[in-house]
């Protein structure tokens, strides 16, 4: 394998370009995976990998993935290159795909999660990894304010993001989606309404919904919603984290 060791590379400079600007990446509909854990449930699931990248000397076997380029990058810069900063010794380039509704595959039992309009990439990876970790069937984003895609989600997914079922669409088109297939909507809000969520029934199949930390869900959410629940917090603070939020729920829904 021939060895990279310049930044004027294009390869080099596509793995920036992609890195940097979300409008690359929807218009190449492309994106970089850092990580060997990562890369791998992404070939797992489906994911083609147009090229994949060692750090120099990292001694990786990949012969199994197959139409897949190969290169070997200089150590000094694939350490500038890498978001990790050089705590991983693999990158690829990735096709994105369109992420559907109707590609959802539900059984009668699904439990299914909903974020609505969710900006922090963190956050998102966050949320996404502990879906996974719960083995939730299917995570719906509706109204997305950043790109599925972003670096920063499949780092804090953990690769999380390659392991669900992943839709991403608007709140309406959510909402009757969740209707037509007869799925329980269950919101959240901090409302004096809503019930404590110790007090909330979860029968299958049903649909989590939370909404962003600063405006919550939009209302045309309660108006289709079966149950409405809230987490009680002190006086003093006004929300939870949302991944937090949503890492209570997820796991008080498995044991009822």
Not at 62 to 67: A, L, S, V
Not at 90 to 108: N, P, V
Not at 165 to 191: E, G, M, P, V, W
Request: aromatic share 8%; charged share 25%.
């Amino acid at each position: 394998m021939k060895i990279i060791s310049s930044s004027s590379n294009p390869e080099i400079k596509k793995i920036k370009l992609l890195i940097k600007k979300s409008r690359e990446r929807k218009r190449l509909k492309l994106f970089v995976i850092e990580g060997k854990r990562e890369i791998i449930r992404a070939h797992k699931s489906g994911y083609d990998l147009l090229s994949i990248f060692f750090r120099e000397n990292s001694n990786e076997n990949f012969e199994g993935i197959k139409n897949t380029t190969f290169f070997e990058i200089e150590k000094s810069l694939f350490d500038k290159i890498s978001i990790r900063s050089g705590s991983e010794k693999m990158i690829a380039i990735a096709k994105s795909k369109e992420l559907r509704l109707d590609e959802l595959k539900l059984t009668k039992k699904a439990r299914v999660l909903v974020v609505e309009s969710p900006e922090k990439p963190g956050n998102i990876g966050a949320i996404l990894r502990t879906a996974a970790a719960a083995e939730i069937n299917a995570v719906i984003i509706s109204n997305i304010k950043t790109d599925i895609y972003h670096p920063n989600i499949i780092r804090s997914s953990l690769g999380g993001i390659f392991l669900l079922q992943i839709a991403i669409d608007s709140s309406n088109r959510t909402i009757n989606f969740l209707k037509k297939n007869k799925i329980c909507i269950i919101s959240t809000s901090l409302n004096e309404e809503a019930r404590n969520y110790n007090e909330i029934i979860y029968k299958t199949p049903f649909a989590l919904i939370f909404g962003s930390e600063d405006k919550g869900l939009n209302p045309i959410w309660f108006k289709s919603s079966d149950q409405v629940a809230k987490i009680p917090t002190n006086e003093t603070i006004d929300s939870l984290n949302l991944s937090v939020s949503a890492g209570i729920l997820i796991y008080h829904s498995l044991n009822h």
